[in-house]
């Protein structure tokens, strides 16, 4: 492990420029127009891989964007890993609100500024760079495959099936994803549960046109207002949903378990003042900390309608959206949540409208066990490299493959994420701290070692 390291410090800034050429690269999923770009996203990753010193890596074509596959096999006595990530990229709208461009990554404060930075590609590069390292060293003790995909920021929609495709090509004792964050640079965690994810489209339709308001207002009933009012409705005064059916297979938590959360640091102000806020919002009788791992929670992504432009234009809209998103938790069916929704949102509509509610993605949640080797080889790995034993921590984002795996794969997963809520994320100036970054590598390059005693 030590000649590792010394090639992981020698080698830190080409590192770096590795990762940059793959950022530039604007591999947006959602948007067609990006279809040459992930490609080209896939075929820079299987170079990669293959100067990292696989044996093999291939371009593999799915049912949607290719699945990057790669392996290195020293001996098929010893343990397996296989590495997930993708290499797909949320939009950078607005685009007006970064303060550099997006795909042009920029350090600044001892950070990468662009999309991607984190979430996945900076993540996923400290994976590569990591082997990378125990491979040119001749250090690497287990075996090793690669899996990085372009779907996920999406849902993941042609994973699964390419998966049960593929399951023998896919077998391993554990899989190995960096796509999750840390509490802090100074308290290291392990992410060892996953909020599950419905996600659905509603669209409110009135007369079969825009109306002038002054001629049609207050006669004919206006698709935004209804649809504002629906919304409104999924939640009562104690932030609790009303969907009938919710709750009805979620998990309570016992007292014990919510009094180990408790243990994690946490300042309430110092996160209303990092996020401009003057107070906090949620559900009625949990901590934010529970809010946000242990709870469900539903929020609206986007609504529009009518005539958004610049001016004004006195118009009664014919046709009222939303996006919405259901965090779920593990035992929660996300296809149950789906139509549970959809069965309210048309029932309740009044008959002066329609309503069609469209679910677009989703995926379960999922919980990783503390006693597996794996777990076990990452507490000692951050703790080699931290200096102190990493915290077990519930996430409130959603991976919806994580869960798939182990249904298709039958693979656990450990989840050794060192994203920061500070990153951005999805949002405009995503960043990722280059002090992330390095230290990522090192501790991976740590959990290979220890995952190799823990499995003997």
Not at 109 to 135: C, H, P, T, Y
Not at 145 to 159: A, C, D, R, V
Not at 382 to 396: C, E, L, N
Not at 408 to 423: A, C, H, P, R
Request: proline share 7%; aromatic share 8%.
């Amino acid at each position: 492990m030590k000649k590792s390291i010394e090639y992981f410090n020698q080698n830190k800034d080409q590192f770096l420029q590795d990762l940059f050429t793959a950022i530039r690269i604007p591999s947006i999923s959602s948007l067609s127009d990006h279809k040459p770009d992930m490609l080209r996203m896939a075929e820079t990753l299987k170079n990669e891989l293959l100067k990292a010193g696989v044996d093999k890596a291939e371009v593999m074509p799915s049912a949607g964007n290719p699945v990057v596959y790669a392996e290195k096999i020293i001996d098929p006595a010893l343990p397996t890993l296989l590495v997930y990530g993708h290499y797909d990229v949320m939009p950078v709208d607005p685009i007006d609100l970064w303060k550099s461009p997006p795909f042009e990554p920029e350090i600044r404060d001892e950070k990468i500024f662009a999309r991607g930075a984190d979430d996945d590609k900076g993540q996923s590069f400290m994976q590569i760079k990591a082997f990378e390292s125990l491979v040119k060293s001749n250090e690497l003790p287990v075996n090793v495959k690669f899996m990085i995909e372009g779907e996920e920021e999406i849902g993941s929609p042609s994973l699964s099936q390419w998966c049960i495709e593929n399951k023998d090509m896919l077998k391993a004792d554990v899989i190995l994803v960096s796509d999750t964050g840390m509490i802090a640079q100074d308290i290291p965690s392990i992410t060892v549960g996953l909020r599950g994810l419905s996600y659905v489209e509603v669209k409110v339709t009135g007369p079969n046109r825009d109306l002038h308001s002054g001629i049609f207002g207050g006669a004919v009933a206006n698709p935004a207002m209804v649809l504002s009012k629906m919304i409104a409705s999924l939640t009562d005064e104690n932030n609790r949903i009303t969907i009938p059916g919710f709750y009805d297979d979620v998990v309570e938590i016992s007292v014990e378990e919510r009094a180990q959360m408790a243990k994690a640091p946490f300042n309430l102000e110092n996160y209303k003042k990092a996020l401009d806020i003057q107070d906090i919002n949620g559900e009625k009788g949990y901590s934010t900390i529970e809010r946000t791992g242990i709870r469900p929670a539903l929020d609206v992504n986007g609504i529009w309608g009518g005539y958004t432009g610049e001016g004004a234009k006195t118009v009664l809209p014919s046709v009222a959206y939303a996006k919405i998103s259901m965090r779920l938790v593990p035992n929660q069916n996300n296809e149950k949540i789906s139509q549970l929704i959809k069965k309210h949102l048309e029932s309740a509509a009044p008959d002066y409208v329609k309503v069609e509610v469209t679910p677009l993605h989703g995926g379960q949640g999922y919980v990783s066990p503390l006693d597996m080797p794996a777990y076990k080889a990452a507490e000692k790995a951050y703790t080699a490299t931290f200096g102190k034993k990493p915290i077990p921590t519930r996430s409130g984002g959603s991976i919806p493959i994580i869960a798939e795996f182990e249904r298709v794969l039958e693979t656990k997963s450990i989840l050794m994420g060192f994203g920061l809520e500070s990153d951005a994320i999805h949002s405009p100036n995503e960043n990722f701290p280059l002090f992330n970054f390095y230290k990522g590598i090192e501790t991976i390059i740590h959990f290979y070692h220890y995952f190799a005693e823990e499995m003997k």
